[in-house]
């Protein structure tokens, strides 16, 4: 009879040290990968709440772009001369595995039909495009990266009327190198909300007069007719 008191709580002994040993196991692991999480796959969330000089939220970054160990804003904002067509402001978020958001806004002297016919001058390439108001955007269908181009009227001289006035334009051209999370279809309208926001961004930079009323977002491009 005592052996067999004895063999049982042997036994019972034994359950909870595995079951403790499993607890502590898991706890372990749990810590592990909290750590790893926080310091290999966090970067992006450890942006400032804006980049590219206050033109977009770091939640935009994040939603396009994988995790990574590290990441950085690198913002050039208005180099050049305003008004004389040399002025360009840029921004990239650069992550440790490489995959880049990046964006290139440029000021210049071209008709939306000279814009869009750059992006389309070699016939195999097909792109998409919406317009409001003045404003147009376009993103090529064919394209891993989602290259997209934002187009913006820059009006200059303060003229009582604005035909009066210097016209010039403000292109901005965005795209995601590397890795995205997002592909198709998506990736294309993200990369051209973002190519819009460093635009606007640029309009104000860039000084241009007040003539241009920018909604909240473009069209998207699944209300333009796709060929």
């Not at 990046?102 to 097909?126: I, L, N, P, Q, T």
């Not at 309009?203 to 909604?215: I, M, N, R, S, T």
């Amino acid at each position: 009879m005592a052996d067999g008191k004895r063999k049982f709580f042997a036994l019972t002994y034994d359950a909870k040290g595995f079951i403790f040993s499993l607890v502590i196991l898991t706890v372990v692991l749990s810590g592990g990968w909290i750590g790893y999480s926080q310091i290999f796959t966090k970067g992006l969330e450890r942006l400032p709440d804006k980049v590219c000089d206050g033109a977009v939220s770091k939640e935009f970054a994040i939603d396009l772009l994988p995790p990574a160990r590290s990441a950085k804003d690198d913002s050039e904002g208005g180099r050049g001369r305003r008004g004389d067509g040399d002025f360009v402001f840029s921004c990239g978020v650069y992550t440790s595995n490489d995959s880049i958001l990046s964006g290139y806004v440029r000021m210049g002297h071209a008709s939306v039909e000279e814009w869009a016919g750059h992006y389309d001058a070699d016939s195999s390439r097909k792109s998409v495009q919406v317009s409001s108001d003045g404003l147009s955007a376009l993103a090529r269908l064919d394209d891993d990266g989602g290259t997209s181009s934002v187009y913006v009227p820059c009006f200059f001289g303060k003229a009582e009327s604005y035909e009066k006035a210097s016209l010039h334009v403000l292109v901005a051209d965005a795209s995601v190198i590397g890795e995205s999370r997002l592909t198709g279809a998506e990736l294309r309208q993200a990369v051209t909300d973002f190519a819009y926001q460093l635009a606007k961004r640029a309009y104000a930079l860039g000084e241009c007069d007040q003539g241009v009323d920018f909604p909240a977002r473009l069209p998207r491009y699944r209300e333009a007719k796709q060929d």
